[in-house]
């Protein structure tokens, strides 16, 4: 958390050292004018919201994988988090298997609007 801070906080301050590097290395050495303060807040604020947006969808990402979370097992110890083939997630309450004595649940009847 603390080196996404330092990389967003360098990313705003970027536009601040670039005018800087250009003042120095400018004829003359001397600062005329005030320096453009809003300019460089909001170039860098842009810059720090565009990596802010940009860095999760660049982010390589697994799509055949699912979290199966924490969780305790037949013997009542914790089995940690991992990832899985989603094709062996077990979905809550998947392991109960329907039987013939068991009825579908009631459906409530839509209104039809017909009075």
């Known amino acids: 958390m603390a080196q996404r801070v330092l990389i967003e906080l360098l990313l705003f301050l ?5 005018f800087l590097v250009y003042r120095a290395a400018s004829r003359d050495m001397r600062i005329k004018d ?4 809003t ?10 919201i565009a990596a802010l947006i940009a860095t999760p969808l660049l982010e390589p990402r697994e799509s055949d994988k699912c979290f199966d979370p ?3 097992d037949a013997d009542g110890k914790i089995v940690p988090p991992r990832e ?6 077990k979905l809550p309450g998947g392991d109960i298997e329907p039987n ?4 579908p649940a009631p459906v409530a009847p839509r209104n039809t609007g017909g009075g």
């Open 14 to 18: 970027t536009p601040f050292a670039v």
């Open 34 to 37: 005030r320096w453009p303060l």
């Open 39 to 48: 300019r460089l807040v909001v170039i860098g604020a842009g810059i720090a």
């Open 70 to 72: 924490v969780r305790y």
């Open 84 to 89: 899985i083939p989603c094709e062996q997630q």
């Open 100 to 103: 013939a004595t068991q009825r």
